[in-house]
Structures are given as C-alpha cells and as structure tokens.
C-alpha cells in the first residue's frame, strides 16, 4: 500500500508507458480479453465438470446411485489434475492445445488450458453441493416413484442451485486469476500487460492499475453471482413470503 502511495504522489504518475496503453486501446482490450477468456473457459469448464461432478456426488457411498469402482476412479481423476499446479500443468498440456484449437500460443490456447485446469476444480464444487442436500429430500423423492434421472434434474439440482451458483462465483474468480499467466505462452489480458509492460519495463504504475481493473471485475463477478445465489435460495424466499403475509 506505501508504494502505491509513492507511486501516485511521484512525479513520474502516469507514465508515459501508461498513457499509451490507454491512447492506443491496449488496456480495454487487455480487460476485456480477460473477461472473454474467464467466462468462456468457464462456461466449457462447466460443461465438463457440472457432469463430473454430479456423477461423484450420486455414485458416493452415500449417493443416490452408489457405485464404489465408477467413485474410485473419476475421483482419482479430477484429484490428480487438482494437484498439478497451473503453471507446470499449462506447460504439459501445450501439445493437447495444439492438438484442439491448432496452436499452442495465444487466447485460444490459453482457453483449452483454464478448461483444462478448472473443469476437475468444479467438478469437487459441484460434487459437495450435491452431498449438502438431506438425506431426507432423496428419500421423499424416491418414496414417490421418481427414477435417478428425476431424482438429479427435479430434486438434486433444485435444491443445490444457490450452492452450485456460490460455486460457480468462486470458481470463475479462480480462473480469472489462473489467467494472469497467459502472457507465458503469447495470449492477452491484463496478465499479459502486466508483465511486458509492467514488471519488464520496471513500469509500476501499468502493474497497478491492472491490479485494480482485475479487482473491479472480481467485485462484479461476485456481486452478480451472490445477487443470483439470493433470488434462487428458496428458504430467502420463503421467508419474505411469509414476512409479506
């Protein structure tokens, strides 16, 4: 925080390195190949995780459809992509890049990376919000004749919904700051202008206001999500309801 305050009581605030990045339209674009690459690799990363993890929660010892060797293995699965930290895991996986999009720099790469990574990541978020529903809901559910299939599209994911969408905030926050790294392989955003024209040119100020442009977004990202967590959550609901009458 001091040598934010140095910074902006120095005579040198802003930069010139600064005033082009927002003269040229760096900046912008830089935030919003951030944002375009954090929503889209999470909404892909949600396509295979949202599945994963509902088959964990349901195959649990526990679960709707138990099923230790199904359980065993997935789990082992997503625990040992869990454990490879991003940067080693983006590293390895350039070949599998190549092999999906046809390159292994640029936004495109950076995409399949942060699915890649983050997909594993949902699938244990989703998998605990499953398990968070009573015993008692699945129960009353299959007294009533409902199938699995019923059990996991009207029953499970109703009641996990503000669970899931919490989640969900938390795990887009986290690819967002996954994607900080994509200047290592030649992609966008404001990690990249960090770095090639903060850090490498000793531009403090560029550095800065990259931070606070990514701390803007996670504020929005989580203000929106925890806005749509509440509308969903039918005990808030319930009880303005009930306020009401």
Same mark, same amino acid.
């Given at each position: ?14 930069? !010139? ?5 927002? *003269? ?8 919003? *190949? ?26 649990? *010892? ?19 992509? !869990? ?44 998998? &605990? ?9 699945? *129960? ?11 059990? @996991? ?11 899931? @969408? ?12 996954? &994607? ?20 490498? !040119? ?31 959550? !039918? ?11």
């Amino acid at each position: 925080m001091q040598t934010l305050l140095n910074l902006l009581a120095s005579e040198e605030f802003p930069s !010139r390195v600064l005033t082009q990045l927002f *003269e040229k339209g760096l900046m912008w674009k830089g935030v919003w *190949e951030t944002v375009y690459m954090t929503l889209l690799s999470s909404l892909l990363a949600y396509v295979i995780g949202l599945p994963l993890g509902i088959i964990l929660g349901i195959t649990d *010892e526990n679960g709707v459809k138990p099923n230790k060797w199904i359980n065993s293995i997935l789990g082992f699965i997503v625990n040992v992509f !869990r454990s490879i930290p991003f940067l080693i895991l983006m590293v390895a996986f350039l070949p599998v890049a190549k092999f999906v999009v046809g390159t292994s720099l640029g936004n495109k790469a950076m995409i399949v990376m942060l699915v890649i990574a983050a997909a594993p990541y949902i699938a244990r978020m989703v998998e &605990s919000s499953i398990k968070e529903i009573g015993g008692g809901v699945v *129960e009353a559910a299959k007294s009533m004749g409902s199938n699995t299939f019923q059990i @996991i599209f009207k029953v499970l994911i109703p009641e996990a919904k503000p669970s899931l @969408i919490i989640g969900a905030v938390i795990s887009t926050v986290t690819i967002l700051g996954y &994607s900080a790294m994509a200047g290592t392989i030649g992609a966008g955003g404001l990690g990249k202008l960090a770095i090639s024209y903060g850090h490498q !040119r000793y531009k403090d100020d560029v550095i800065w206001v990259c931070v606070i442009f990514t701390v803007i977004i996670v504020q929005i990202i989580q203000f929106v999500g925890m806005l749509i967590a509440k509308k969903t959550d !039918r005990r808030i609901t319930s009880k303005k309801r009930k306020n009401k009458v």
